[in-house]
DNA sequence: GTCTATACAGGGATAGAC
DNA sequence: GTCTATCCCTGTATAGAC
């Protein structure tokens, strides 16, 4: 393996090992040298690849919103309706698994709400999301109020999703479905402002 | 000053330290040195009053909440009509004023998940506050939905709160009004179980 | 009931070798 | 590009005095 291609295992390595690390066990709670150990590295590697534990925070969010967008719009073309796609987005966030990206989008806002510069990139990503959000009306009709509301589509799903985490079955699919439902098609609810 | 009566007033200065500094600095932020000493206090009476941080951590969670249910419920008599009602739980989450407590949950939470005796407190608290969502029934009509949909609402509360705090003024009060309104008129909401 | 002093542990980041 | 060794700082919690 050439130095190149070993410097890519690496990045990729000690992101993915940040990733379940900061989730386990927080952003203070993971050392940088468990997360280099658990990539197979040390923290000379970890610090040759990002300049700090924060710049590999950031890494790390950012590489997993890519990775969800793309399955969320995977799945978005699989269901067959309008009430099978807004499942689709309840259960992108409510299943299990996502229990484990639940648990660093705390982090992130813990981080954030006290850090400028975080809450400047964690706005950026939000504002990225509500596009991809609104861009959904192109696609399928029934978003046609998506654009208007996409803030608080993405504020809905974050907070049902929250519920069911402290009590899971708290929040049933048809709720969800149907919250959004009333969001996404109605786009004068803002207010009548013509 | 009676002993006893200071005392009393050191948990209470000691609480209020602690609030502030969880909220500015974070959970792991916030030593217990500079919580002792913003009360006034150093940290043997700190250790006097409070078993370990985290105890310290939950009383003032505790208090936080026993206080804010006394300031919505008098919010909420002070209304005169349904969307004046559902306008005082929107204001009472999204206020400037409560960046503050969201800071303050985003902790718990990170918290919480991590760790199952603080996740079972949490859940606690919530299941009392769903209570209380649910009891709004008996006072007024419009909440009949409420006793079904409470984790709903409450999600729906924090998740547009968070919204709103990436980007004020991202979320109307419209908004927010008309989707709590849905959930709290549709006792049917969960699905055809008759 | 509260203070001072201290034991004890752990983390972020850097320097220099290879 | 990565490792080892180390500096320096900060934190929680306890012990014993008053």
Redesign the pocket.
């Known amino acids: 393996m050439r130095?190149?291609e070993?410097?890519i295992d690496?990045r990729a390595r000690l992101l993915t090992a940040a990733a379940d690390l900061f989730a386990e066990h927080g952003i203070a709670g993971a050392?940088?040298?468990?997360i280099?150990q658990r990539a197979g590295?040390?923290?000379?590697?970890l610090?040759?690849?990002f300049a700090?534990?924060d710049e590999l925070l950031f890494a790390v969010v950012d590489e997993w919103l890519a990775d969800t967008a793309t399955v969320v719009a995977a799945e978005l073309e699989l269901a067959d309706d309008a009430e099978g796609r807004l499942a689709s987005l309840w259960q992108a966030v409510s299943q299990p698994s996502s229990a484990r990206w639940l648990a660093l989008e705390h982090e992130v806002w813990s981080h954030a709400i006290r850090h400028p510069l975080a809450l400047d990139r964690l706005r950026a990503r939000y504002v990225e999301t509500w596009q991809g959000i609104a861009q959904l009306a192109d696609r399928w009709p029934e978003f046609s109020g998506a654009g208007a509301n996409a803030p608080a589509v993405v504020g809905v799903l974050l907070g049902l999703a929250m519920m069911n985490q402290v009590s899971p079955g708290s929040i049933t699919q048809e709720m969800a479905v149907r919250t959004l439902h009333l969001l996404i098609s109605s786009p004068d609810i803002q207010g009548a402002t013509p």
């Open positions: 130095q190149q070993r410097k690496t050392s940088v040298d468990a280099a590295r040390t923290v000379g590697a610090y040759g690849h700090s534990k």
